[in-house]
T-cell receptor
């Protein structure tokens, strides 16, 4: 149980284009989803917290107009990187949690490369 | 603000030896604590969690951790290392404020020597 998927697993895009990453909880309803960014050999940096049906809460320093997050259903959250630039290249990981629980279940991650 | 410290960014052990990965947290109230493992180019897998029940927590793959409030620690141990344990390990604390956000430690890369 508690499986989270991400799609795509890997994406290459040209500078200036937008990329959408999907995060799905496959066997549970996730009231809250989180988006992280991980740099090589580094820990995870929380970008935003997404609650179903509400606007996402972004961490300080994360541009909400650049990283658009939508959590339209209890099983799906999307992260759209708008007007991507090479510095946006990174490993993006989402996680999801059940209502009332504290543990997060993580997706397999998406490797974004902007050329 | 809460913080999590993982002492030792790299730990090497021989196969069959004891694994000890350290995690200390700073919190004025007992937090919820977690250990995760990450294999290369993959997401994080939950190893175990402490949520104010038993202080000695058993997890998957033979790992366990002990919550010690007096030492503000939650060290991860495994009696006998296996080659497949080589990975990155992260300790995380969940804020008690209700936002459910995690604060991660910087991670410890475990290397298992044959």
């Amino acid at each position: 149980g508690a499986v989270v998927s991400q799609h795509p697993s890997r994406v290459i895009c040209k500078s200036g284009t937008s990329v959408k990453i999907e995060c799905r909880s496959l066997d549970f309803q996730a009231t809250t989803m989180f988006w992280y960014r991980q740099f090589p050999k580094k820990s995870l940096m929380l970008m935003a917290t997404s609650n179903e049906g509400s606007k996402a809460t972004y961490e300080q320093g994360v541009e909400k107009d650049k990283f658009l997050i939508n959590h339209a259903s209890l099983t799906l959250s999307t992260l759209t990187v708008t007007s991507a630039h090479p510095e946006d290249s990174s490993f993006y990981i989402c996680s999801a949690k059940l209502a009332g629980a504290y543990e997060q279940y993580f997706g397999p991650g998406t490797r974004l490369t902007v050329t | 603000a809460q913080s999590v410290t993982q002492l030792g960014s790299h730990v090497s052990v021989s196969e069959g030896a004891l694994v000890l990965l350290r995690c200390n947290y700073s919190s004025s109230v007992p937090p919820y604590l977690f250990w995760y493992v990450q294999y290369p180019n993959q997401g994080l897998q939950l190893l175990l969690k402490y949520t104010s029940a038993a202080t000695l927590v058993k997890g998957i793959n033979g790992f366990e951790a002990e919550f010690k409030k007096s030492e503000t620690s939650f060290h991860l141990t495994k009696p006998s290392a296996h080659m497949s344990d080589a990975a990155e390990y992260f300790c995380a604390v969940s804020e008690a404020s209700g936002t459910y956000k995690y604060i991660f430690g910087t991670g410890t890369r475990l290397k298992v020597l044959a």
